[in-house]
């Protein structure tokens, strides 16, 4: 069984300043873990990966998270905050076979 | 070059009705999943494709529910007898093979409202 916990619905931040969205996973497994985002209106689009190779994975946009096998976590972070980062993240970990656990996803506010 | 495409963009239903979703995936994509978005809500797994495999089909909530991928690319799916907790976004992606290393890609997906 998997399942994945985004720790908060919201987090609201000023421009300029860091960025953590939380992420916690159970799995029976080695997981595979990746953090999607969706901007309003717009699609679903991948920011980073974990795959079982190094724990530290960076994204686009600036972004990168840390396996922390010992914590089974996998935050999401981000020095600066801009006003594009505004949008909805999603932690997502997904199993060899196919099927794809999202978490309930996380509003980022971003506020001028 | 094109990505995850869906028709309709949306679908307003009457209560009882059959709906048919369907998802045009990435030219040479493998894997493909459909998934649904109900509002304020994260996204609920349906069913998977992978290459000519038998579909992981662990998500679908009912046997109201039933998808199929014909000729390995095209895939519908189709919602009997819809009733108004149906109602959400059903979003569809491929990715290039396997589901645990390879990105997934999302069409736009579509807004079904059951009356």
């Known amino acids: 069984a998997q399942s994945v916990t985004q720790l908060d619905s919201h987090v609201s931040v000023s421009e300029g300043t860091p960025v953590l969205l939380r992420c916690n996973y159970s799995s029976s497994y080695s997981p595979s873990l990746f953090w999607y985002v969706q901007h309003p209106n717009k699609g679903l689009q991948l920011l980073l990966k974990y795959t079982s190779a190094a724990t530290l994975v960076k994204g686009i946009n600036g972004f990168e998270a840390e396996f922390k096998k010992s914590e089974t976590s996998f935050h999401l972070t981000k020095p600066s905050a801009h006003m594009s980062d505004a949008a909805e993240y999603f932690c997502v970990v997904i199993r060899r076979a196919g099927k794809s656990t999202f978490g309930d996803g996380t509003t980022l506010t971003v506020k001028p | ?115």
């Open chain 2, 1 to 115: 070059g094109a990505g995850v495409s869906q028709s309709p963009s949306n679908k307003v239903t009457e209560k009882g009705k059959d709906v048919e979703l369907r998802c045009d995936p990435i030219s040479g994509h493998t894997a493909l999943y459909w998934y649904r978005q109900s509002l304020g809500q994260g996204l609920e797994f349906l069913i998977y494709f992978q290459g000519n495999s038998a579909p992981d089909k662990s998500g679908l909530p009912s046997d109201r529910f039933s998808a199929e991928r014909t000729g390995g690319s095209v895939s519908t799916l189709t919602i009997q007898r819809t009733q108004q907790e149906d109602s959400a976004v059903y979003l569809c992606a491929s990715s290039y093979r396997q589901p645990n290393t390879d990105t997934q890609y999302f069409g736009p997906g579509t807004r079904l409202t059951v009356l």
